[in-house]
């Protein structure tokens, strides 16, 4: 794994940017694995502002989200797929057709995407961690060969997203469908950014512990091409 730590989230976006922008100028056909969240937005408005500013085109990009929430419609303001509109789809020229987002709520659903992501090769993983170590909505105790999934949220992830539904966790769905750890490791490239004193625990856990299902981003030690670009406060527990 290499590690970047940055002076603040800011630059944390700025440094991921460069990694992204990477991959998109030496194969304008990339295909790219998206994360929603907190940590990815400011990465998504250097991307914007890029596309903006220097033309770069997403004409011939296709893209697969991590995960979406079981239960709530497309058009929901929280759902994952308003969230990439709203931060990115809507602002580069990307075609609605190369955008794919997870939906439903079965396993046959799930083996439905998990399908489409074997016919096409992954150039970027870009992934955000939860608290407690999750990837995607793969929480604690998920195997890492597991693929595409409906997964029952922890309660703690459940109390992380209430933020996103005026914190009241009921209003949060209870159940996600998400790309399996299995599926995150077929990326060719990983890249997980990560910001904030509350994912110290979970990002040292991730870099300097076991490689175990009770931290699911541990996983990334097993794949040989991870970035992890991170602000002083995620990067706090860090030995080295
Ligand atoms: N499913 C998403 C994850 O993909 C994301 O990484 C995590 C952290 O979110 P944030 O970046 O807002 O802290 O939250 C959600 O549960």
Redesign the pocket.
């Known amino acids: 794994m290499r590690v970047i730590v940055c002076k603040d989230y800011n630059e944390m976006s700025e440094k991921a940017f460069e990694v992204m922008k990477d991959v998109i100028t030496k194969n304008p056909k990339a295909v790219l694995g998206l994360?929603?969240?907190?940590?990815?937005e400011g990465l998504y408005k250097c991307m914007v502002r890029d596309h903006e500013e220097n033309g770069t085109s997403y004409q011939d990009i296709t893209t697969y989200n991590?995960?979406e929430y079981v239960g709530l419609p497309k058009n929901h303001p929280e759902s994952y797929y308003t969230f990439m509109h709203k931060n990115l789809f809507d602002h580069i020229d990307i075609k609605e057709e190369n955008t794919h987002l997870p939906s439903g709520s079965t396993q046959e659903e799930a083996d439905t995407y998990e399908k489409q992501w074997d016919a096409v090769t992954c150039d970027l993983q870009l992934?955000?961690?939860?608290r407690n170590g999750?990837?995607?909505?793969n929480e604690p105790g998920t195997p890492f060969a597991q693929t595409t999934h409906i997964v029952d949220l922890t309660p703690s992830?459940i109390e992380?997203?209430s933020r996103f539904f005026d914190h009241d966790i009921n209003k949060v769905p209870k159940q996600?469908i998400?790309m399996g750890i299995g599926s995150i490791l077929k990326a060719k490239k990983i890249l997980l950014v990560a910001s904030g004193a509350e994912?110290a625990d979970a990002v040292k856990a991730m870099i300097e512990g076991p490689a175990t299902e009770s931290c699911p981003a541990s996983a990334l030690q097993k794949h040989d091409d991870v970035v992890v670009v991170l602000d002083q406060a995620a990067a706090a527990g860090l030995d080295r």
Not at 35 to 40: Q, V
Not at 134 to 137: A, L, P, Q, V
């Open positions: 994360a929603t969240g907190s940590s990815p991590l995960d992934l955000g961690i939860g999750h990837i995607g909505f992830t992380a997203n996600a998400s994912k």
